[in-house]
């Protein structure tokens, strides 16, 4: 017989690593990486593989390893780098679909990624899927407003949303993600309007969009999808940091700008979507860099 899950057990724990990579350190461009473990420890610098870069995204596929791609080197690029499940990353593998920066992407349909909007000298709003083996589809035809330093995170086990950036103007508008990779058209924004912000997910199956553009306040998402109204901040008012999952149920904000200084401080989410107050940083301080889960 096959075992009877109560309808009120708790939702699937997601990845137990993390890891933070790429960016800007105010005078070059970053491709060192930072692991974060299961207990939300933050490791020392990687030394760089990959072409050192500047507001790439990234997202987990396959269940247990992650991608990181895009961004700008000097130049708008889709190059991707491969994370292995014991977060080893690969060299370059030659991109797919319009180089960009400043874009988002999230995981979907338990094992595969979206990459989605971003800025390539306008802002653009196509997506290119992640299968689960991490090949990156060419361009899906943007659905919703075009836009950049926007965030995105999974929620609900199996689905995905990109929320706020900015038009030009800021906004807090969110596109929801299918268990099959498809985009929502707008729905209207809650919370403070803002860029440069970061996202992840949270208690295994609901989401936290977090920080911008001077901002600490955080906006819980439901595992339906629901974005929750501000709330109060906690720790450093920055823009540009990234965030991920770790410990299967639990999230980090790292690194980012603070309008004065790079910084590589930390702020720990709970399983309850809790924001702890400033970690020590640890690497090299930089903003416009990723992060995602692993293992």
Do not use: W
Not at 109 to 119: A, L, Q, R, S, T
Not at 145 to 168: N, V
Not at 251 to 256: A, D, E, L, N, P
């Amino acid at each position: 017989m096959f075992p009877i899950v109560p309808a009120n057990s708790a939702a699937e724990s997601g990845n137990q690593e993390g890891i933070f990579g790429f960016g800007h350190d105010g005078s070059n461009y970053a491709g060192m990486t930072n692991l974060v473990s299961d207990a939300g420890v933050v490791a020392s610098d990687v030394a760089a593989v990959g072409t050192a870069r500047s507001g790439p995204a990234a997202c987990e596929y396959g269940g247990d390893k992650g991608i990181f791609g895009y961004g700008h080197g000097g130049s708008f690029t889709a190059v991707t780098n491969l994370v292995s499940n014991v977060g080893v990353v690969s060299s370059d593998v030659a991109g797919v679909g319009t180089g960009r920066r400043y874009l988002a992407a999230c995981g979907y349909g338990e094992d595969k990624g979206i990459f989605g909007f971003g800025n390539d000298t306008y802002y653009v709003g196509m997506t290119n899927l992640v299968s689960n083996a991490g090949v990156v589809a060419t361009d899906v035809a943007g659905v919703g407003t075009s836009r950049a330093y926007l965030a995105a995170c999974e929620y609900g086990s199996d689905k995905g949303i990109f929320g706020y950036g900015t038009t030009g103007s800021n906004t807090a508008v969110t596109n929801l993600v299918s268990n099959v990779g498809v985009v929502s058209s707008d729905v209207a924004g809650v919370g403070t309007a803002r860029n440069s912000l970061a996202a992840c997910s949270y208690g295994g199956d609901k989401g936290i969009f977090g920080f911008g553009n001077g901002e600490s306040m955080t906006n819980l998402v439901s595992n339906v999808g629901v974005v929750a109204t501000d709330t109060a901040g906690v720790g450093t008012a920055r823009g540009r940091p990234a965030a991920c999952e770790y410990g299967g149920d639990k999230g980090i904000f790292g690194y980012g700008h603070d309008g004065s200084n790079y910084l590589a401080v930390t702020n720990l989410i709970s399983n309850t979507g809790v924001c702890g107050s400033d970690v020590t940083g640890v690497g090299t301080v930089r903003n416009n860099l990723a992060a995602c889960s692993f293992n």
